[in-house]
Nanobody
Framework: VQLVESGGGSVQVGGSLRLSCRAN????????LAWLRQAPGKEREGVAT???????LYADSVKGRFTIADDNAKMTLDLQMNSLRPEDTATYYC????????????????????WGQGTQVTVSS
């Protein structure tokens, strides 16, 4: 399974970006999909997750500003990012787990088997 991301770039404070991730596989009916990010010198952190039944989880720092959405038929995962702040600057990764999901999706990187290559988001003031 390959995850291919697109949509990163540079934007000013308050601007918007939309990240997309496409998986090269047939639709699967049990999964957790996630966006995580890593800023220079910091640990990787969770941004948002979506489960196969549309259960969502957002980091407190992005609630109300970011929206995660998936299209299982197209095997795509999007992250709409609005009201961007300098602290949102990071490399963003999409990640996926396919299979039985017990409980909700989490931000634990070890739970995700497949990862995209990362896309850079830079927010300048």
């Amino acid at each position: 399974v390959q995850l291919v991301e697109s949509g990163g770039g540079s934007v000013q404070v308050g601007g918007s970006l939309r990240l997309s991730c496409r998986a090269n596989m047939h639709p699967f009916n049990r999964y957790c999909l996630a966006w995580l990010r890593q800023a220079p010198g910091k640990e990787r952190e969770g941004v948002a997750t979506i489960r196969h039944d549309a259960d969502l989880l957002y980091a407190d720092s992005v609630k109300g500003r970011f929206t995660i959405a998936d299209d299982n038929a197209k095997m795509t995962l999007d992250l709409q990012m609005n009201s961007l702040r300098p602290e949102d600057t990071a490399t963003y990764y999409c990640a996926a787990y396919f299979g039985l999901v017990v409980g909700g999706c989490t931000f634990r990187a070890a739970e995700y088997y497949y990862w995209g290559q990362g896309t850079q988001v830079t927010v300048s003031s």
